[in-house]
């Protein structure tokens, strides 16, 4: 087989698949239910806290741990509220299929979003309302609207 022929070959596509876990860390405020972003604003970026996990981790371990290094807090993991799935080309071209899963967590005390890793600018409570309306990543959206949704039903039926 010639090189000329090869170089007229079409590139092989290539894909993997990635996960990565985070949260949506909320507390009530007496004006009302604030959420964590991350940010770095000088990109542009507000999102929910995620991240890759090590060696041997579950999603649920994956996530406290990511959250906990991205925004400072410990935090206690509530419920699963579903996931997001994208397509993205990383450095060499290779097609990612990404899987995210986000879980409902409340800080639980001790730490604060300004011990957060050097990953963002910024990372602090913002009102649920205003979260939704920053957050970058639109495919976020119906996980926040999905928490929003369930720190609502928790409050009416617990109390909490």
């Known amino acids: 087989m010639s090189d000329r022929w090869r170089a007229g070959e079409p590139a ?5 698949t990635a996960m990565s876990a985070g949260g949506v860390v909320y507390r009530r405020a007496p004006s009302g239910v604030e959420i964590v972003l991350v940010a770095r604003p000088s990109e542009g970026l507000w999102a929910l806290p995620k991240g890759t996990p090590e060696p041997g981790e579950t999603r649920e371990q994956t996530a ?3 959250v906990a290094e991205e925004t400072g807090l410990e935090v206690e993991l509530l419920d699963e ?10 450095r060499d071209g290779t097609t990612v299929d990404k899987t ?6 409340s800080a639980t005390g001790g730490g604060h979003v300004d011990d957060h890793d050097h990953e963002h600018e910024l990372v602090d409570w913002f009102d649920v309302h205003e979260a939704q309306r920053l957050i970058t990543h639109r495919n976020q959206l119906p996980i926040l609207d999905r928490a929003a949704d369930y720190i609502e039903r928790r409050r009416e039926g617990h109390g909490a």
């Open 81 to 90: 509220l579903g996931e997001v799935r994208y397509q993205f080309a990383d």
């Open 100 to 105: 995210v899963y986000y879980f409902l967590m």
């Open 12 to 16: 092989r596509l290539r894909a993997r």
């Open 64 to 66: 406290l741990r990511e």
